[in-house]
């Protein structure tokens, strides 16, 4: 179903915020996750809370415009709220569930995908013009994957002109990347930067782990060796362990068993693989075994849950 997107003139004299919600809101007709015209920018809404429910977020900033959010971690808990944004530097197995959000004033939040070879090239511009850390009292590791901070108003401003765009398409394909990579670099100047900048950088710890979990990521149905993972990583199987922990929050195993899971999902919803296929598909040897770690997950059977998420598109669909 393809929605028309209504003409809207935004009051000058309103906030940044409310002019944010006002752009976001005309291109969000229908709840759940929609694409653009901007490649990499998709826009989010939800007229109501949500139950907490797992997902694998991507390279990405998040900015939250309206409503609040919390994001589960492995044990930790990162809750961000209107005009904050999340800062996701490498794939991640994580829950999330939406607190607040009504009809009047739905949740409304905007996802830019990043690739690391644009973070690293930025990076290497930047050299020594990059301030130094900000202390995080939300994720104190400085090695986390994963936090959140406040919008100033330059980033709110790039923001907004970058979902203006939407209203002028002819100028996306000039306008969109100038306008993307002053958000990204501003993201690299602002009080979290330090930690998108030692995931690109060449030659730390954090860029050594993200290239473990890209191997992860790509060979997720093969058997995991740690000492291999190790070894490609220049490091002891502890320190990995160690490090690989404080990015994700979670070890290796369990990060896999994440991706397995997820993929597994995604090929009976979208491919529509039976259970005992889609189990075989990503690394698992018994079926059994994989209903009952995916019931642990996902909160029900296979069977069950494949048939309520079609039944939730059907009813979206038709709406």
């Not at 961000?80 to 794939?91: C, D, E, I, K, W």
């Amino acid at each position: 179903m393809t929605a028309n997107i209504p003409e809207i003139s935004v009051d000058p004299t309103a906030s940044l915020q409310q002019q944010l919600a006002s752009t976001a809101g005309r291109w969000t007709p229908l709840q759940g996750v929609q694409g653009s015209a901007i490649e990499g920018l998709d826009l989010i809404r939800c007229d109501q809370p949500s139950n907490t429910g797992p997902s694998v977020y991507e390279p990405s900033l998040c900015f939250l415009i309206q409503g609040t959010k919390t994001i589960e971690l492995g044990d930790r808990q990162i809750t961000y709220r209107p005009l904050s944004y999340l800062v996701t530097s490498v794939p991640l197995p994580v829950s999330g569930s939406i607190e607040t959000a009504s009809i009047d004033h739905p949740y409304l939040s905007v996802r830019l995908k990043v690739d690391r070879q644009e973070v690293a090239e930025l990076v290497m511009e930047l050299g020594d013009k990059a301030p130094a850390p900000a202390p995080d009292e939300l994720c104190t590791d400085t090695l986390c994957g994963l936090c959140v901070t406040m919008m100033d108003e330059p980033m709110q401003n790039a923001l907004y002109r970058l979902l203006q765009l939407l209203d002028s398409p002819s100028d996306i394909p000039v306008l969109a990347p100038l306008i993307r990579r002053e958000i990204i670099y501003r993201a690299l100047m602002g009080e979290r930067g330090s930690r998108m900048r030692k995931f690109a950088a060449t030659d730390t710890q954090a860029n050594r782990i993200s290239k473990v979990i890209s191997t992860l990521k790509d060979h997720y149905a093969e058997p995991l060796r740690v000492g291999q993972l190790a070894e490609s990583a220049n490091m002891s199987e502890s320190t990995l362990y160690h490090n690989f922990k404080q990015v994700t929050r979670m070890s290796p195993l369990q990060f896999q068993k994440k991706l397995r899971l997820h993929e597994a999902r995604r090929l009976m919803l979208m491919e529509g693989l039976e259970a005992a296929t889609a189990s075989y598909r990503v690394g698992y040897e018994s079926p059994s075994h994989f209903s009952r770690e995916y019931s642990r997950l996902f909160g029900a059977p296979p069977k069950t849950d494949v048939a309520l998420l079609q039944g939730a598109r059907e009813t979206a669909d038709s709406a």
